[in-house]
């Protein structure tokens, strides 16, 4: 293994290289295009053995990933916000179609209004597509999940695509310390693609997704779908050993951080389980709160139980959401809920808190007010708002400005 400094848009690079991906088509959107423009220089430099094709937008570009995947050949493509809601339709086609391929989306909040920064209501608005859906913490996270996606997507008793997402500008364009593996152990570790879709073989069941059905016929294929991606939380633990022992890094289907004495415990994804790590370690250190935290790695299939077993008799938690379900609220705060509900032994209190949207990033301060707030509910003063938004003094004093130059009065 060599060891180099880049960003998480060339560890995704990086990945698809190790991995002998064949074809490539692509559209180009901020902040994922540095991740094809590098692909694209290696194929025509002759250092990728791949067919790259440029599309003239998104929509396409997934329908060419999920016909190329079914012909045989290994496929990757990639996106981002606006790009990937371009693309929903041909998003649940691909799935219903079995086309097992990798699609990296670099999250970025949508439009409008407009932000190049991230949060994640362009990947969790399409959680109901059939996806897989793996979020990375770092840029070694984003190489390690793309070549685990690929081994999980082309599994026999898998065969759906899986879409790895990482955070624009705090991964894309942040240049970490990544372990980047010789190419043997890659191919120890991923096996040659081998097709067996329903559309090539005519005695799978899923073979019924070429015709107009009936609603009895839709109902089982649509379920026979999600019994489907429930097999990926049965074969993970296999698929997390097996990279191990090739490469010595564990992933599992969540990641507990100075969980196993704490009482409180935040609940969070993706890159900004960094900045939360750090919090903890604080709040510990400096407040003596015992405090700890639970990264979700694996959104689809959710993994529920794993879920409770990990918060199972905590005092409190928080859920911080990097989105927004608008009239609703944080998106990933009802999932929890629900995964705890009928269990025994849940945690007494379960608050939901947004933050980071448009990639503002979450301070200490509120890190301490989350806790502060858990540690009123627990005592039997709940607070009044459901659902409450991370917002600082600085935070309001910027709109405010902005008001003033448009001309706005304010109170």
């Not at 849940?346 to 947004?354: G, Q, V």
Request: aromatic content about 10%; proline content about 4%.
């Amino acid at each position: 293994m060599t060891e180099d400094l880049v960003t998480g848009n060339k560890a995704a690079a990086i990945a698809v290289k190790l991995c002998n991906v064949d074809y490539i088509p692509a559209y180009p959107i901020t902040p994922q295009t540095e991740i094809i423009e590098i692909l694209s220089r290696w194929v025509l430099e002759k250092k990728l053995d791949a067919k790259f094709v440029m599309f003239e937008s998104e929509h396409s570009m997934v329908t060419a990933a999920g016909a190329a995947s079914l012909s045989g050949v290994r496929t990757f493509t990639a996106t981002s916000s606006q790009g990937l809601l371009y693309a929903t339709e041909m998003l649940y086609n691909v799935v219903g179609w079995r086309s097992p391929f990798v699609l990296a989306n670099v999250s970025r909040g949508v439009s409008s209004p407009i932000t190049l920064l991230p949060d994640h209501n362009d990947v969790l608005s399409i959680r109901d597509t059939g996806f897989i859906q793996i979020h990375a913490e770092t840029c070694q996270d984003v190489l390690d999940s793309i070549i685990m996606g690929y081994r999980i997507s082309e599994d026999p008793m898998v065969n759906i695509p899986v879409l790895v997402n990482l955070d624009g500008f705090y991964l894309s364009y942040t240049r970490e310390k990544v372990d980047i593996p010789d190419s043997n152990y890659v191919s120890e570790f991923l096996p040659e693609y081998i097709p067996v879709s329903g559309y090539i073989n005519a005695k799978n069941a899923s073979s019924l997704g070429v015709a107009v059905l009936d609603s009895s016929a839709y109902s089982y294929f649509r379920y026979q779908l999600h019994l489907t991606t429930l097999n990926v939380l049965k074969m993970y633990g296999d698929v997390s050993k097996n990279f191990e022992k090739i490469f010595g890094r564990k992933y599992d289907l969540l990641e507990g951080y100075m969980l196993d004495d704490a009482d409180y415990v935040i609940v969070i994804t993706n890159s900004f389980s960094t900045i939360a790590k750090e919090a903890v370690d604080r709040l510990r250190k400096e407040y003596g709160k015992n405090v700890g935290l639970l990264k979700i790695r694996m959104i689809r299939p959710f993994p529920s139980d794993d879920i409770w077993k990990k918060l199972a008799g905590k005092k409190g938690v928080a859920v911080i959401d990097q989105n927004i379900s608008v009239g609703g609220g944080g998106i990933l705060y009802p999932e929890i809920v629900s995964s705890l509900y009928n269990k025994d032994e849940r945690p007494e209190t379960i608050l939901s808190f947004i933050g980071g949207l448009g990639g503002k990033k979450i301070t200490f301060s509120e890190f301490r007010y989350i806790i502060s707030v858990l540690e009123e509910a627990v005592k039997g003063n709940p607070p009044i708002s459901k659902t409450m938004l991370l917002f600082t003094e600085n935070d309001w004093n910027t709109v405010k400005d902005m008001l003033k130059m448009s001309g706005k009065e304010v109170e």
